[in-house]
């Protein structure tokens, strides 16, 4: 639904950066730019985009640019190179260029302690005495927090706010919900946080800092965290999905995490400073060395267990389906998003912007750049396949499930997560009892890669948090087979009871409501159930009516999110009322079918309460 995808897309301000793309068909590149650009134009036409404007740079600079459609519908003014665009989550890696500059004049250290470094930055770490929260871990996003509240998200103060006072806003997001280093969660308040420290040791304005470290020497003159004279007259409109209604400037809360503008002209330095490893035009900004560290995780699970894929210093890894690594981020605001990929080895990238939040169109064009700018270039070579030992295998082998949601309240839906790893010869097998099956490829035993990628993407380990099979962002425990089917059948048994249930009252409804059943006792055994699923659907249609405008319906309190949190409450009213009901019948001149199929759909839609209601999804209230 298109409410749900926009809700993903402000959540994360980046889709897709806590992820190591899977394999995929690659796509037959364009032979010219003069055919790339009549592709994306046609992408853009099929889609409803207004317009885009896209770069690719290799290590010599800027070998084309193009600015495609409309940066103002109303107005019909079009794109060009130097139209700014909103860059969403790629301003996360200034972040991250930041701290590295600070650490390279000995002025920071990434392993030192948040709390030391800025008393006053409110978050939670029971673990803290033993294992502080880290700048390292604020950079790779391994501090255990969540992400933004809606409540932050829907925040758009044009005053604007202060990055002390956004941070002041939800503090309660904060709070690390396992060991900060181990498991990974994209969390849009870590960058804004390293953002105060860069304030407290530099002195400055973190946008002051950045500015006149980065933006300057690298040649990106006009690019603005704000919404200046100037920078109004360049920056493109943002628009929904229809590529007609415009939407207002969105004041983002964390600036630091994703409020950068910038035009495609530069966007291509910056990606020609990032390919000359720290250098642009003969003036060195940075060491190579600190630019590798920015592309490499060194901390959660993953890097511990040996994999070189994963999330950096506020720069992520992408594996293709031809081999290549690239590096880089993408980002998403409401009515935008962008992309940044680059290949260090090779020496090329691109980067690409679209005035609305339309995935089709953003994946489309993103697989006609990548494919374009690797066409020429020759395929990594790929490890060989390595046997599975007997040890591994028999170790390893059962069942497993995620224990890092993104979310606290996302937790719910790891259940859906669970996959069971089977191994013949060199292939570790993950089947899935909810989608499909992956298989993928050993290369020493431990870890395993997709069948046409050059770097591994699983490492099987042994941790504190116990056996796991490891992906660059996705933390798997093993658990008892006994655990993982008593799971399986209760995911089973609710879509089981939220099918029954409407299918039986199509049975005995229309013989009641032309009278056929009056006056059969005890009705409302079966009707109590049907309204807890009624009370289901209601918040399905929420979901379904509130449209493109979630952060801000739901961010606060409106009819919208006080609605969700009432159709919650009337679920479990109805499915507690149930129970109560079926126990409490009377069972003479009832059909006995019906009473046993009331009573175990009613224990089920219980047992489902008491679950959601662990995970605090009953009464959530999303402005808070």
Known sequence: MKSIRMFLIACLLSAGSSQAAAAAEPTVA???????????????????????????????????????????????????????????????????????????????????SVRRLVPGVEFTNEWEATDPVRVVHLLEHTTGWDNLSLKEFASSDPKPATLAEGLAVGPDSRASRWRPGTRFAYSNSGPAVMAAII?????????????????????????????????????????????????????????????LNASTREMGAYLHFLLGRGEIDGRRILSEASIQRMERPATGWGAQGGLKTGYGLNNFTTLDGRGFVWHGHNGGVDGGLSQMQYLAEQGTGYFFAINTGNMGAYTAIDKELRAYVARDLPKPVLPAAQPVPQDVAREFEGWYSPINPPQKH?????????????????????????????????????????????????????????????????????????????????????????????????????????RRMRGVPNLHVRVLPLLAVLSLGAIALIFSLVGEDVIVRFGHRTPWSMGLTLATYVFAVFSFASVWAALRADRRGMNRFAYFHSLGISVIFVLATLYLGYWGIIGVRTWA
Do not use: C
Not at 82 to 102: E, M, N, P, Q, Y
Not at 225 to 248: E, I, K, N, V
Not at 439 to 458: C, K
């Open 410 to 514: 996302m937790a719910f839906l790891g259940i859906l997560g669970l996959g069971q790893v089977t191994f013949e010869g060199d292939r570790i097998r993950i089947s899935s009892p909810f989608g499909p099956s992956n298989s993928l490829v050993s290369i020493d035993g431990r870890h395993f890669r997709h069948e046409n990628q050059s770097a591994a993407t699983i490492v099987l380990m042994d941790s504190a948090d116990g056996r796991l099979m490891q992906t660059p962002t996705i933390t798997n425990v093993k658990l008892s087979p006994i655990l993982a089917w008593v799971q399986i059948v209760s995911v089973y048994l609710f879509l089981f009871a939220l099918l029954s249930v409407p299918a039986f009252a199509l049975v005995w409804g229309p013989r009641w409501v032309f």
């Open 199 to 259: 304030e407290e040791v530099t002195g400055q304005r973190f946008e002051d800092y950045v500015a006149q470290t980065f933006l300057s020497p690298i040649g990106m003159p006009t690019a603005d965290y704000f919404l200046t004279a100037p920078s109004a007259g360049r920056l493109t409109t943002l628009y929904r999905q229809d590529g007609r209604t415009p939407l207002p400037y969105w004041h983002i809360l964390m600036r630091p995490s994703g409020a």
């Open 30 to 112: 364009a032979r010219n730019p003069v055919e790339l650009e009549q592709r994306i134009s046609g992408i853009l036409e099929k889609h409803n985009v207004p317009g885009m404007s896209a770069v690719i740079v290799n290590r010599d600079g800027i070998v084309w640019t193009a600015g495609i459609g409309q940066a103002d519908v109303a107005a019909g003014t079009p794109v060009s190179p130097d139209t700014l665009f909103r860059i969403g989550s790629i301003s996360k890696t200034f972040v991250g260029l930041a701290a590295l500059k600070l650490v390279e004049e000995g002025r920071l250290d990434l392993d030192a």
